[in-house]
Protein backbone atom coordinates (compact mmCIF):
# COMPACT_ATOMS: atom_id res chain seq x y z
CA UNK A 1 0.00 0.00 0.00
CA UNK A 2 1.60 3.40 -0.61
CA UNK A 3 2.40 5.63 1.96
CA UNK A 4 3.89 8.66 3.21
CA UNK A 5 5.48 9.45 6.03
CA UNK A 6 6.61 12.75 7.57
CA UNK A 7 9.06 14.28 10.27
CA UNK A 8 9.47 15.10 12.85
CA UNK A 9 5.68 15.27 14.23
CA UNK A 10 6.40 18.65 15.71
CA UNK A 11 9.20 21.27 15.80
CA UNK A 12 9.41 24.56 17.77
CA UNK A 13 11.99 26.81 16.16
CA UNK A 14 13.39 30.15 17.53
CA UNK A 15 12.60 33.30 15.14
CA UNK A 16 15.25 32.97 12.63
CA UNK A 17 16.64 29.45 12.87
CA UNK A 18 16.93 27.44 9.92
CA UNK A 19 15.69 24.20 9.73
CA UNK A 20 14.37 20.96 7.55
CA UNK A 21 11.13 18.72 7.24
CA UNK A 22 11.39 15.47 5.85
CA UNK A 23 8.45 13.41 3.80
CA UNK A 24 9.72 9.66 2.88
CA UNK A 25 7.00 7.80 -0.19
CA UNK A 26 6.54 5.17 -1.81
CA UNK A 27 8.75 5.55 -4.66
CA UNK A 28 6.99 3.08 -7.69
CA UNK A 29 4.80 5.02 -9.77
CA UNK A 30 5.29 8.06 -8.48
CA UNK A 31 3.31 10.94 -10.46
CA UNK A 32 3.89 14.20 -8.20
CA UNK A 33 4.81 15.34 -4.17
CA UNK A 34 2.89 17.71 -2.95
CA UNK A 35 3.29 20.44 0.07
CA UNK A 36 0.36 21.86 1.65
CA UNK A 37 0.59 24.47 4.82
CA UNK A 38 -3.19 24.47 7.25
CA UNK A 39 -4.07 26.47 9.68
CA UNK A 40 -5.98 25.74 12.52
CA UNK A 41 -9.58 25.38 11.12
CA UNK A 42 -8.75 25.95 7.60
CA UNK A 43 -8.36 23.49 4.17
CA UNK A 44 -4.91 23.15 3.27
CA UNK A 45 -3.26 25.67 0.79
CA UNK A 46 -1.45 24.74 -1.51
CA UNK A 47 2.87 25.53 -1.46
CA UNK A 48 4.49 23.02 -4.02
CA UNK A 49 4.10 20.10 -6.42
CA UNK A 50 7.62 18.53 -7.66
CA UNK A 51 7.64 15.50 -10.28
CA UNK A 52 10.84 14.43 -10.76
CA UNK A 53 14.20 13.78 -8.62
CA UNK A 54 16.51 16.80 -8.26
CA UNK A 55 13.57 19.19 -8.64
CA UNK A 56 13.32 22.01 -6.67
CA UNK A 57 11.05 24.90 -6.34
CA UNK A 58 11.51 28.04 -3.52
CA UNK A 59 8.44 30.37 -2.09
CA UNK A 60 10.01 33.30 0.14
CA UNK A 61 11.31 31.52 2.77
CA UNK A 62 10.41 27.81 1.81
CA UNK A 63 12.35 25.42 -0.31
CA UNK A 64 11.12 22.16 -1.56
CA UNK A 65 13.25 19.59 -3.16
CA UNK A 66 12.81 16.21 -4.06
CA UNK A 67 15.36 12.70 -4.21
CA UNK A 68 14.34 9.78 -5.43
CA UNK A 69 12.79 8.42 -1.86
CA UNK A 70 11.98 11.40 0.35
CA UNK A 71 11.25 15.32 -0.39
CA UNK A 72 12.52 18.10 2.26
CA UNK A 73 10.90 21.56 3.11
CA UNK A 74 13.95 23.42 3.92
CA UNK A 75 12.27 26.58 6.08
CA UNK A 76 15.00 29.25 6.41
CA UNK A 77 15.25 32.35 8.81
CA UNK A 78 11.45 31.36 10.00
CA UNK A 79 9.11 34.01 10.95
CA UNK A 80 5.97 33.37 13.54
CA UNK A 81 3.20 33.48 11.08
CA UNK A 82 5.32 30.41 9.33
CA UNK A 83 4.19 28.79 12.33
CA UNK A 84 1.29 25.68 10.70
CA UNK A 85 1.19 22.55 10.29
CA UNK A 86 2.93 21.14 7.12
CA UNK A 87 1.10 18.28 5.38
CA UNK A 88 3.44 16.17 2.28
CA UNK A 89 0.94 14.27 -0.03
CA UNK A 90 1.98 11.72 -3.15
CA UNK A 91 -0.40 10.72 -6.15
CA UNK A 92 0.43 7.93 -8.48
CA UNK A 93 -1.74 8.15 -11.53
CA UNK A 94 -4.86 9.29 -10.13
CA UNK A 95 -6.09 12.76 -8.43
CA UNK A 96 -6.11 11.06 -5.02
CA UNK A 97 -3.67 12.12 -2.64
CA UNK A 98 -2.20 10.43 0.42
CA UNK A 99 -1.41 12.37 2.66
CA UNK A 100 1.61 11.97 5.73
CA UNK A 101 0.21 12.95 8.97
CA UNK A 102 2.11 16.20 8.89
CA UNK A 103 4.92 18.60 10.88
CA UNK A 104 3.81 21.05 13.04
CA UNK A 105 5.88 23.82 13.44
CA UNK A 106 5.65 26.36 16.05
CA UNK A 107 8.07 29.93 15.71
CA UNK A 108 8.87 31.85 18.59
CA UNK A 109 10.29 35.17 18.57
CA UNK B 1 -9.16 33.90 -10.19
CA UNK B 2 -11.88 32.48 -7.45
CA UNK B 3 -11.01 29.67 -4.91
CA UNK B 4 -12.65 26.64 -3.80
CA UNK B 5 -15.96 27.49 -2.04
CA UNK B 6 -17.61 24.76 0.31
CA UNK B 7 -20.96 25.22 1.94
CA UNK B 8 -22.46 24.95 4.49
CA UNK B 9 -19.25 25.99 6.78
CA UNK B 10 -20.34 24.24 9.55
CA UNK B 11 -22.82 21.71 10.45
CA UNK B 12 -24.82 20.49 13.42
CA UNK B 13 -26.53 17.23 13.03
CA UNK B 14 -28.06 14.13 14.91
CA UNK B 15 -27.24 10.75 14.53
CA UNK B 16 -29.22 8.69 12.34
CA UNK B 17 -29.56 11.95 10.07
CA UNK B 18 -28.09 12.17 6.38
CA UNK B 19 -26.41 15.77 5.07
CA UNK B 20 -25.47 17.08 1.73
CA UNK B 21 -22.23 18.77 1.43
CA UNK B 22 -21.49 21.30 -1.82
CA UNK B 23 -18.28 22.23 -3.17
CA UNK B 24 -17.62 24.69 -6.05
CA UNK B 25 -15.06 24.57 -7.88
CA UNK B 26 -12.11 26.78 -10.01
CA UNK B 27 -13.21 27.61 -12.96
CA UNK B 28 -11.87 25.49 -15.62
CA UNK B 29 -11.43 22.83 -13.01
CA UNK B 30 -13.06 19.53 -14.08
CA UNK B 31 -11.98 17.28 -11.40
CA UNK B 32 -13.16 17.21 -7.71
CA UNK B 33 -11.91 15.51 -5.05
CA UNK B 34 -13.31 14.76 -1.12
CA UNK B 35 -11.33 13.87 1.74
CA UNK B 36 -12.36 13.70 5.63
CA UNK B 37 -10.00 14.79 8.22
CA UNK B 38 -9.84 14.09 11.96
CA UNK B 39 -7.62 14.27 14.90
CA UNK B 40 -6.91 10.92 14.64
CA UNK B 41 -6.74 9.53 11.22
CA UNK B 42 -5.30 12.77 9.42
CA UNK B 43 -6.95 13.50 5.85
CA UNK B 44 -8.32 10.62 4.34
CA UNK B 45 -9.76 10.44 0.71
CA UNK B 46 -13.01 9.90 0.17
CA UNK B 47 -13.58 9.86 -3.57
CA UNK B 48 -12.84 11.75 -7.07
CA UNK B 49 -15.39 12.47 -9.89
CA UNK B 50 -14.01 14.15 -13.58
CA UNK B 51 -17.00 14.81 -16.06
CA UNK B 52 -19.42 13.72 -13.79
CA UNK B 53 -18.14 10.44 -13.46
CA UNK B 54 -16.53 8.93 -10.16
CA UNK B 55 -13.15 8.12 -11.14
CA UNK B 56 -11.79 7.00 -8.24
CA UNK B 57 -12.82 5.62 -4.69
CA UNK B 58 -11.55 5.44 -1.26
CA UNK B 59 -12.24 3.02 1.67
CA UNK B 60 -15.31 4.07 2.90
CA UNK B 61 -18.61 2.74 3.62
CA UNK B 62 -21.08 2.77 1.31
CA UNK B 63 -23.53 5.81 3.55
CA UNK B 64 -20.46 8.03 1.50
CA UNK B 65 -21.54 8.99 -1.79
CA UNK B 66 -20.79 11.92 -4.30
CA UNK B 67 -22.19 13.33 -7.16
CA UNK B 68 -21.05 15.52 -9.97
CA UNK B 69 -22.80 18.30 -12.12
CA UNK B 70 -22.36 18.97 -15.90
CA UNK B 71 -20.81 22.60 -14.44
CA UNK B 72 -18.14 20.81 -12.40
CA UNK B 73 -20.36 21.50 -9.11
CA UNK B 74 -19.71 18.66 -6.69
CA UNK B 75 -21.97 17.13 -3.45
CA UNK B 76 -21.42 15.15 -1.35
CA UNK B 77 -23.95 12.70 0.83
CA UNK B 78 -23.27 10.89 4.31
CA UNK B 79 -26.46 8.91 5.26
CA UNK B 80 -27.25 7.53 8.58
CA UNK B 81 -24.76 9.53 10.44
CA UNK B 82 -23.02 8.29 12.83
CA UNK B 83 -20.86 9.60 15.94
CA UNK B 84 -17.44 8.60 13.91
CA UNK B 85 -18.53 10.87 11.42
CA UNK B 86 -17.86 14.16 12.79
CA UNK B 87 -15.05 15.03 10.77
CA UNK B 88 -13.97 18.42 8.36
CA UNK B 89 -15.15 17.80 4.93
CA UNK B 90 -12.59 19.23 2.32
CA UNK B 91 -13.14 19.30 -1.28
CA UNK B 92 -10.23 19.89 -3.68
CA UNK B 93 -10.42 20.83 -6.80
CA UNK B 94 -7.79 20.25 -10.04
CA UNK B 95 -7.99 20.02 -13.67
CA UNK B 96 -7.55 16.34 -14.23
CA UNK B 97 -4.22 15.50 -14.80
CA UNK B 98 -4.46 12.16 -12.84
CA UNK B 99 -1.91 12.83 -10.19
CA UNK B 100 -0.19 15.82 -12.27
CA UNK B 101 -0.84 18.79 -11.92
CA UNK B 102 -1.63 21.28 -8.61
CA UNK B 103 -4.61 20.42 -6.33
CA UNK B 104 -6.77 23.22 -4.43
CA UNK B 105 -8.72 22.93 -1.60
CA UNK B 106 -11.50 24.51 0.13
CA UNK B 107 -11.44 25.65 3.31
CA UNK B 108 -14.29 22.87 4.79
CA UNK B 109 -17.09 22.16 6.24
CA UNK B 110 -17.02 21.04 9.87
CA UNK B 111 -19.73 17.86 10.43
CA UNK B 112 -20.48 17.51 14.01
CA UNK B 113 -22.94 14.39 14.84
CA UNK B 114 -24.31 14.64 18.17
Known amino acids: EDQVTQSPEALRLQEGESSSLNCSYT??????LFWYRQDPGKGPEFLFT???AGEEKEKERLKATLTKKESFLHITAPKPEDSATYLC??????????FGTGTRLQVFP | KAGVTQTPRYLIKTRGQQVTLSCSPI?????VSWYQQTPGQGLQFLFE???????NKGNFPGRFSGRQFSNSRSEMNVSTLELGDSALYLC?????????????FGPGTRLTVT
Open chain 1, 89 to 98: ASSYNTDKLI
Open chain 1, 27 to 32: VSGLRG
Open chain 2, 49 to 55: YFSETQR
Open chain 1, 50 to 52: LYS
Open chain 2, 92 to 104: ASSRGDRGRGEQY
Open chain 2, 27 to 31: SGHRS
